[in-house]
């Protein structure tokens, strides 16, 4: 059974930092590149970044570019958002999602998602 | 980077009744479209891939349709456990994924 655990969320000041987790497990974690979605209060869901299958290769949104970093420990099965100059507007659900399946050139849908984490960015 | 638009923002419907949620792309997709459905509190459930494929133990009753810019989410026969926001999201152009603002399907 596939199952992706978040951990790390909390309470940050303006400018803070935080380290987002997300333990993989049931499926085979380095073949697959993996990813971030967050959902402020309220709202709908946003892409922030996804990282290849052996983490060479990383993107991201503009609204977190210069700000995240995502990155990965495939003998941990685990993925990581390294989030630094925290914003109100990053308050959020922060969710890790598998993909359906890849290629060697793109991913798919995401097929399985982790049950979030919450970020909250206030004073 | 593509826009995805999803109409209507709220759906009233009766429980028995059908549902027909439609996605726009600004612009072509080619089939590379999924729909999710989020209840409160929840994590999003993935119900349709490749704009027509139901997920593994989606009922029969949710049904995708379109390719290009043009989508539809249509339930035939409204149960309880259907109200709920839905999204559709485009992976055409992976790794920028992009996903609608959502429909929320509410008891009319």
């Known amino acids: 059974e596939v199952q992706l655990l978040e951990s790390g969320g909390g309470l940050v000041q303006p400018g803070g930092s935080l380290r987002l987790s997300c333990a993989a497990s049931?499926?085979?974690?380095?073949?697959?590149?993996m990813s971030w979605v967050r959902q402020a209060p309220g709202k709908g869901l946003e892409w922030v970044s996804s990282i290849s299958a052996r983490g060479g290769s990383t993107y991201y949104a503009d609204s977190v570019k210069g700000r995240f970093t995502i990155s990965r420990d495939n003998s941990k099965n685990t993925l990581y958002l390294q989030m630094n100059s925290l914003r109100a507007e990053d308050t959020a659900v922060y969710y890790c999602a598998k993909p359906g399946y890849c290629s060697s050139t793109s991913c798919s849908h995401f097929d399985y998602w982790g049950q979030g984490t919450l970020v909250t960015v206030s004073s | 980077e593509i826009v995805m638009t999803q109409s209507p923002a709220t759906l009233s419907v009766s429980p028995g009744e059908r549902a027909t949620l439609s996605c726009r792309a600004s612009?072509?997709?080619?089939?590379?479209l999924a729909w999710y459905q989020q209840k409160p509190g929840q994590a999003p459930r993935l119900l349709i891939y490749g704009a027509s494929t139901r997920a593994t133990g989606i009922p029969a009753r949710f049904s995708g349709s379109g390719s290009g810019t043009e989508f539809t989410l249509t339930i035939s026969s409204l149960q309880s456990e259907d109200f709920a926001v839905y999204y559709c999201?485009?992976?055409?152009?992976?790794?920028?994924?992009?996903f609608g603002q959502g429909t929320k399907l509410e008891i009319k």
């Open positions: 612009q072509s997709v080619s089939s590379n």
């Open positions: 049931g499926f085979t974690f380095s073949s697959y590149a």
């Open positions: 999201q485009q992976y055409n152009d992976w790794p920028l994924y992009s």
